[in-house]
């Protein structure tokens, strides 16, 4: 016996892999099609390797084909939902990958992989000192011995949990033996194995316990102590025995297979890494290349980065926590330009010198410009220094003195630098350059120092030039554009226990790490300007998104106050209802649970109420938010529950949280506003997240309440009414729609009149209340399904309403249908302002893939417009409060509504101004209106 063998569910893997990267959108940077499965399965899969310290491996998966157990049970798997259509091509693709590399891979038709799984184990028992299997399946705990064990998936993506003989004792009450009889009992909703209808987990396990087995349950059925037990046992006698066939697993399948048929291949073979870059999955590339020890970079002095220091840099260097996992798309150069290999970065040490430097610069030249602080929030930071490069591969560093250091002795003060640095920085007609330049603005706004000049922000320039894309941070950018791997923040300061402050390093360490990113950002400057200086950027870039971070800025800094209390009084009235929620559940359930335990609420959902289940996961049938919205109606718990967790995410995000954000120099609160999150141009904003607070429900209007004006002030909101429609009928020419908007008609009765065939006048509420679902739904490019869902009517009655739609406006269709087929032609939709999202997708030959490409070709000229619109609107009046000296102040933007606070001295002539700047930002088809009010609270305002 020798070696250690790895068995993975091939499947098992990739699903989960799936379900782990859902949410992040990955692309494959060739292709442009769906990859978040293949990049999860291979990350997931190196990592095992590296923590597992395997020398054999094989990959088994299903057919895809009618299985064996079918000649035994029809129904076996039928209710199985179907692949997702995007996960199918990867899966084809994980095979194909597999095979180039040389993985051992084992697919038979008929055969199931546990099957395969139990063989191996079986062929190979005595040859390993031990084998590992990588499944979630409960069938295979039978084939457990003391040399083989499971890793069971348990949190996140790369946590696993030891299944073996002595667990299944621990956790079940049961031996290995007995697992099939177990199953028997228990049944497998997943993979429809019927059981026992009603024996649950623990009831089968004492029923296992007691008896020892099937055979001796039946021949003793009147020792069951439970009548209604022994109902259930004899209903379903016949299912019992034909469960535990079909739960068995098979171990003596002909396997024409030799152990060192199953050789781990070695995968860190230069070019078995390079096949991961050239079919396009660039940081599965980078990864392995730095597990293999193969440098990818040119430059000497570079140190390899981990995939983990582009989700936690400091916020100075990265707009975004998710990196794209698969590379560039349109917009980066074909080679990266090589950065400068020698490089002069000085750490300044003494206030004579940093005026002998300064004095040397030259400010007809730009200079980027970054700040070392203490905090990822501007408002909260201290400032340790500043970096400047004007001349690629030169840059400085002055180190500024903190009470808590260790070497501040050694160091100038903050204050006596800024004066030095001070005139240049606030040199209006010195150029200056930054990556998320906004953070340093209001960093040293805090110090007293207007930062002035700012026309370039290389995080802006990237965003533009790939809006679909998370990849503007420094680190990501370095790579992409100047083929040079950073100095990460991790490397410096350290991780876990060993993490410093960043004012206890050495400073010359830091002042190499300062001096790097001062100049990187240059050098990225130098790569992206000329693209800037394109026509379908030029105008987008320097007219819009520079102007409107400045304006972001200072409504940051403004901030808006809050009233604490009133959050603390309102957090305890959720409580209050959660509590209540959940004494109505326990009623339902028959008994008390911990309602926030996944595992125990699906024993109550799926064994005890025996609702239907559907979304299957690594533990289990899900439970999630969409599950639990799909089963209402079925059980009046459902309603309890979906309750309970608004209520509980609410206090979690809000009221809980709200006043813990407040700024204890200010007051106030200081949302932080994103310009490069959203593809369509939408401004997000974060800590505290203020574009998700409910806009529909009482729990809306409750938490504006809390937002409140400072003393003396009142509250204004001023919000762009039906706008996404009214753009719609700009571009569609529908002029029907352009009728009803240039007449002043009710828009959404024109609509209820033409999908229920009645006169205007003859529109009830609820039929307008279901055309305004209809209006708002059309332009997102609905399905009769989605609609149905929206609506909660039939499909047909979906189908119908769209297609009454389309007849009444009828440019509305042919709009959709032209922005589909300029996608097609160019790759790519834009806003009337030519801000453009490339959809590759639109080309897809899965259905599902490309169906929701052509959704997104219908909605982003809209949604893209409408943000433009609001961008524009926030810069002028922005202007305006400057010029003529307002005491008002713009202090957020949720969407399509801009908040103010204002003097009432100025109440007229502000609203005035304002609402003219939002109706004028954009000239369209049919009149801009906006509308809105005062209050002394957001919500009075509202």
Sequence with gaps: MSGRLLIIDGHALAFRAYFAFAASNLTNSKTGLPSGAIFGFWRMLFKLLQDEHVTHIAFTFDPGTRLERNDLYEEYKAHRKPMPEDLKPQIQKIYEMLQALEFPMY????????????????????????????????????????????????????????????????????????????????????????????????????????????????????????????????????????????????????????????????????????????????????????????????????????????????????????????????????AATSV???????????????????????????????????????????????????????????????????????????????????????????????????????????????????????????????????????????????????????????????????????????????????????????VLSPKMDENIHKKLFYEMEMPVLLTLADMEFEGIAVDKSYFESLSGTFDTKIKEHEKNIHFYAGRQFNVNSTKELQTVLFEDLRLPAEKKTQTGYSTDHSVLESLQGTHPIIDDLLSIRKFSKLKSTYTDTLPLLVNPKTKRIHTSYNQTIAATGRLSSTNPNLQNIPIKDEEGRLLRKGFIAKKGYEILSLDYSQIELRIMAHFSNDPNMIDAYNSGADIHKRTAAGIFGVPEDQVTPDMRNKAKVVNFSVIYGVTSFGLSNNLRISRKEAKEFIEKYFAAYKGVATYMEEIVEFCKQNGYVETLLGRRRYLPDIHSSHKMVSEGAKRVAINSPIQGTSADMIKIAMIQIHEKIKKESFRSKLLLQVHDELVFEVDPKEKKEFFQMAKEEMESAMKLKVPIVVQGKFGGNWDEAH
């Design 107 to 334: 697919k038979i038709n008929g055969i199931e992989a546990d099957d395969i799984i139990g063989s191996l184990c079986k062929k190979f028992g005595k040859d390993f000192e031990e084998i590992v299997i990588l499944s979630s399946d409960k069938d295979l705990y039978q084939v457990l011995d003391k040399n083989i064990h499971m890793l069971r998936g348990k949190r996140g993506v790369s946590e696993f949990e030891k299944i073996d003989p002595k667990w299944v004792k621990t956790n079940i009450g049961i031996t290995k033996e007995q697992v099939t009889d177990y199953m028997a009992l228990l049944g497998d909703a997943s993979d429809n194995i019927p059981g026992v209808k009603g024996i649950g987990e623990k009831g089968a396990a004492k029923l296992i316990q007691e008896f020892g087995d099937l055979e001796t349950i039946y021949k003793k059925i009147d020792k069951v102590k439970n009548k209604s037990l022994i109902d259930k046992l004899i209903a379903d006698k016949e299912n019992a025995f034909l469960s535990r066939k079909l739960a068995t697993i098979v171990t003596n399948l002909k396997l024409d297979i030799k152990k060192s048929d199953l050789k781990l291949p070695n995968y860190y073979d230069p070019k078995k890494v390079q096949y991961f870059k050239d079919e396009g999955y660039n940081v599965l590339h980078r990864d392995l290349a730095k597990q293999a020890g193969i440098p990818i970079v040119s430059d000497g002095d570079a140190k390899e980065e981990s995939e983990t220091s582009k989700k936690t840099t400091k916020g100075k260097k990265e707009s975004n926590t998710e990196a794209s996992a698969d590379g560039s798309k349109k917009g980066k150069t074909d």
């Design 340 to 526: 400068v290999a020698k490089k002069s970065y000085k750490r300044i040490q003494s206030i004579d010198e940093l005026k002998k430097i300064v004095s040397k610069l030259n400010s007809k030249k730009p200079i980027s410009i970054d700040t070392e602080t203490t905090s990822q929030d501007p408002m909260m930071a201290e400032l340790l220094g500043i970096s400047f490069s004007e001349e690629p591969g030169v840059a400085y560093y002055i180190a500024f003195s903190h009470s808590e250091s260790i070497y501040s002795h050694l160091l100038p003060s903050a204050e006596e630098s800024l004066k030095i640095l001070k005139p240049m920085l606030e040199d209006s007609n010195w150029k200056k350059i930054g990556q998320n330049i906004k953070y340093d603005l209001l960093v040293l706004k805090n110090y007293g120092i207007e930062l002035k000049g700012i026309y370039f922000d290389t995080m802006l320039a990237s965003y533009l030039l790939n809006p679909g894309e998370r990849r503007h941070n420094m680190d990501d950018m370095a790579v992409d554009y100047l083929n040079y791997k950073t100095i990460t923040y991790e490397e410096l300061v350290g991780t876990g226990k060993k993490k410093q402050n960043l004012y206890d390093i050495d400073p010359d360490k830091v002042s190499e790490y300062a001096c790097e990113d001062a100049d990187i950002t240059l050098q990225l400057h130098n």
